[in-house]
């Protein structure tokens, strides 16, 4: 608790020392350019996930008249993919309680809950990469048919996104261990919480639109 | 005080309102866990010309939440919803470009492109 006390009263937040008296930052929107960076970014990254979903839904059928093969869709697992996503989603919650825990100081906590993130993302990944072992077991290679280099395109790279998300989670856990973040940089780890709820919120998407719409 | 001093205030009242407690979060979180099995609900269960955008809805509210809540759009400066909304509404520019492309595009042959052949 002293410590939390100290954190508040001894440092600017976000280390910053060039707040005016109201307690924006000198930059043209008085926001941190950091964070303005992480959602322009986020931002651009919808257009990305647009196209790979457009391209999806626009050849989810097609197997073309030499390939043939089977479609993504005839070998889904939902329950099993109903699961990886409930993880998803609680990754974004644990996520969130670890900013929550840095901004109150509670450094052991924000560790916990960080790992815990990276734990669940793992978690996901493990179930997409056993998903992707099955399809291919059936037949459902990247190149059998445009349905499939389609769908493993998209949900490829959302599992670099959250495999990159993982790296950052722990390289996170690991700064703060070090002591290299502490709670007057709480918004480093906020924005590495936006880029995992996007992430999140991709899924969502991807979920509904290529597992369970018909 | 004049009105530019109060809106100044308020202002600064807004920026500094970052959200929810722990408890609050666990619970979006559940609500969250709820919309999702509603979602798989409908793979169990047939429900009809309403399947499509039942579903469709749960995604956009499930979404809705996340980014309100979790990512503070709701709480945090507006200039954020602006830059992500930008890349949304482009996003579904590109969907929409693309449907009528391959809803438009033929070959000389009269061969629908959309039918692969």
Not at chain 1, 169 to 185: D, S, Y
Not at chain 2, 60 to 68: C, D, E, P, R, W
Request: proline fraction near 3%; include cysteine; charged fraction near 15%.
């Amino acid at each position: 608790m002293a410590d939390a006390a100290e954190a508040q009263t001894s440092e600017p937040a976000y280390g910053r020392t060039d707040w005016d008296d109201h307690h924006h930052l000198p930059t043209n929107t008085g926001l941190t350019n950091e964070k303005v960076t992480m959602w322009a970014f986020l931002g651009s990254d919808c257009l990305l996930f647009g196209a790979l979903i457009s391209t999806y839904l626009l050849s989810r059928n097609r197997v073309g008249p030499a390939t043939r093969g089977p479609t993504a869709a005839d070998l889904f697992d939902i329950p099993f993919t109903s699961v990886s996503s409930f993880v998803l989603l609680m990754s974004s919650m644990t996520m969130v309680l670890a900013v929550t825990s840095i901004q109150r100081a509670e450094m052991e906590r924000c560790k916990m809950w960080l790992l815990t993130t990276a734990a669940l993302g793992s978690i996901f990944i493990a179930g997409q990469v056993y998903e992707f072992t099955g399809f291919y077991r059936e037949g459902l290679g990247f190149t059998t048919n445009l349905s499939s280099s389609a769908f493993f395109t998209l949900t490829g790279f959302h599992g670099v996104h959250v495999s990159l998300g993982i790296v950052m989670l722990v390289t996170m856990w690991a700064l703060v261990t070090r002591g290299n973040i502490g709670p007057e940089r709480a918004e480093t780890i906020e924005i590495i919480g936006l880029y995992w709820h996007f992430v999140d919120i991709v899924w969502i998407v991807i979920f509904a639109v290529v597992y369970l719409i018909p | 005080m004049n009105t530019a001093t109060v809106s100044e205030d308020e202002g600064h009242q807004e920026h500094h309102d970052h959200g929810l407690s722990d408890f609050g979060y666990i619970k979006v979180a559940i609500l969250l866990g709820v919309l999702t099995a509603l979602e798989v609900a409908t793979y169990f269960f047939d429900f009809g010309v309403v399947e499509t955008p039942s579903l469709l809805i749960l995604m956009v509210v499930k979404f809705q939440i996340v980014v309100s809540y979790f990512m503070h759009l709701k709480f945090d400066s507006k200039v954020f919803s602006y830059l992500f909304v930008t890349g949304l509404v482009l996003a579904m520019l590109v969907f929409a470009a693309m449907g009528t492309s391959m809803a438009f595009w033929q070959n000389p042959s009269g061969c629908d492109a959309s039918a692969f052949c």
